[in-house]
């Protein structure tokens, strides 16, 4: 059965949301994202996943995959690609859908936010994975202008610690080197590219600030840039 919210047909019981699914890496945030997403197609729910065009780790950046290896959304979901710096087109690319799952969101810039509400506003479910923090323990702008957004639900989720034999739960990426090797924070040195899985690495707070070359340097500033929002606009 279904109804009409914001002038389209929806599901009955399929009310207006915005969640965020925030953490780091390997957070299982997209395996979230797929589960739900197969249980709304069980129910007749029209689906769409929305990828930013930067996220080009596979190559192709319609290509959704997890740390599970699920390299592709159920066949039955299409996957439109937004560009940076034309969120406004979003909407319009996802009309006709009750469900937007959207992933990989601090990619795109903080306008967004905006966007998420017009589709919020006209009866639209949208679902969102995004990571909150940079490898240099920064905000990433477009995570901030999402917690400030009162309509949303928001879930913090983490990864398990990288360190063996530590318990404790892992918010906190790191970016390697090729070698394996942890790229030091704030020191001009980068990886160019996103890179796939194995160019990072999660901890807990303690275990990142002792195996992060500069982490304790940056710490002792008196004008400590950990967990200030990140200026820059590109994907770090």
Known sequence: MTS?????????GLEPLIVFNIGPMFADKSEL???????????GVRVVVVKPSWD?????PSVLYSRSKLIVPPTDIPVVVADRGKEYEIPGMVEGYEVVMMDELQMLR????????RMFWRGQRVICSLLDLTFEQRVFMTAAACM?????DKYWKSGRCGTQGCKLAAHHTQKLFPDGSVVPVFSGEDVD??????????????????????????????????FDVDPATGWR
């Open 4 to 12: 009409r919210a914001g002038g389209m047909e929806v599901h009955q």
């Open 148 to 152: 400030s957004m009162r309509e949303a």
């Open 56 to 60: 080009t780790r596979k190559g192709d």
């Open 110 to 117: 903080p306008s967004v936010v905006v966007e998420l509400r």
């Open 193 to 226: 590219d996103p890179g796939d899985a194995e160019k990072y690495a999660v901890h807990c707070w303690h275990d990142w600030l002792e195996s992060t070359p500069g982490g304790y340097e940056e710490l002792a500033r008196s004008d400590c840039r950990f």
């Open 33 to 43: 994202m797929l589960y739900y997403a197969g249980k709304y197609l069980e129910r």
